[in-house]
């Protein structure tokens, strides 16, 4: 890379990295806000809080990307352009490539990261943020006792408690077992503590009593001191994790598992997401086109390009949408995925007319005057 194409690129590269800075702060937040019940009703530590925003990430900087890397393209090329050092550059005979490759190139490295958060570290991220909400759902503190509120953890299973103290005790309990098989089995207690046993989740009671009402019409009463409760019959067997589309390898959207019911009912959508998973990348190359296009494609404006701007911005917005678009009816019809190919590379193309298209014709004028003269 010659030295005013090092320069060219450096001063794209801070731009690309502020906005992606910028934008994944915006993104941390929006995250943090959806998030923040596992703080507040399961209560989480900040730690579990963290690690489910970081594993969310991922998937949320795929889509930032391309954003900021237009949001670089318009601003240093704009910038450049407005104080003549592009005009310069041209004067001093740089080719239009030469001052175009430092921003494809930038465009080229952001695609190749975005293909390896997509194809292998969307799918690991998400997977563990997957395992980790389903622990939080599984802990029993958080699921069962919410303090001053009725909860309904299991079918046939009510559970009430007053409060909870920070050492874990949980004051004034109560818990409503209904069987099905006409026993309804009420327990009540001063004081209790979750605790595991041999891998079994137990409540630890203290000071209450046990009523147990059977079919045939008869109330056992007995009051106990101490009382252990184990938990697994009213609980039943834990849920089995179940991995989404978003989840899932490459290999496993393109190949899915037929034996499975669910993967061959969803044999499309899984489908359409695969080919989702390889063209998402490659608006990063898209967007970084437009912004070129924007700023490049046209004559000089010593008045700025705010009009072309704002075209191209609306542009690119109508772009991904289309992609989305495409994404949503390939899932439907297998045969639309070309689609989501297609949006990409038309307006890759397109750019591509719009900043060299115009070469040739500037060529012929510059020439027009020397052949006159030749005459």
Known sequence: MRLIERYLFRQLLGPTLA?????????????????????VNDRQSALVFAKIILLAMPQLIVLILPIAVLIAGLIGMNRLHTDNEIVICFAGGVSRWRVVSPAIRLASLVTLFSFVLTFWIQPISYRALRDTLEAVRSNLLSTMIRPGAFTHPA????????SVSDDGV?????IDHETGAGRDTTISAREGRLTVRDGAPIML????????????????????????????????????????LSDRYLHE??????????????????????????????????????????????????????????????????IRVLGLAAQGAAAHAPELNALQYLVPLLAI????????????????????????LAA
Not at 19 to 39: C, R
Not at 170 to 174: G, R, V
């Open 19 to 39: 906005a992606t800075a910028a934008l994944t702060a915006v993104a941390i937040l929006s995250e943090a806000l959806s998030s923040i019940s596992v703080l």
């Open 155 to 162: 079918p046939g299973l009510t559970v009430y408690a007053q």
């Open 170 to 174: 949980i004051h004034n309990l109560f």
């Open 205 to 244: 009671m203290r000071h209450g009593a046990n009523q147990e009402f059977s079919g045939a019409g008869t109330l056992n009463f007995l009051s106990f001191d101490e009382n252990a409760l184990d938990l697994r019959p009213m609980l039943g067997q834990a849920r089995a994790v179940r991995y989404k």
């Open 253 to 318: 959207l393109f190949f899915p598992n037929t034996d499975n019911p669910w993967d061959a009912a969803n044999a499309s959508p899984m489908l359409a997401e695969g080919h989702a998973r390889i063209t998402a990348p490659l608006y990063n190359l898209t967007f970084m086109s437009l912004a070129l296009a924007a700023i490049l494609g046209g004559g000089f404006s010593r008045l700025g390009y705010g009009t072309r701007i704002a075209a191209v911005a609306g542009a690119a917005l109508l």
């Open 349 to 372: 193309a397109g750019s591509a007319v719009v900043l060299f298209g115009g070469q040739r014709t500037a060529r012929r004028l510059a020439a027009a005057p020397d052949l006159g």
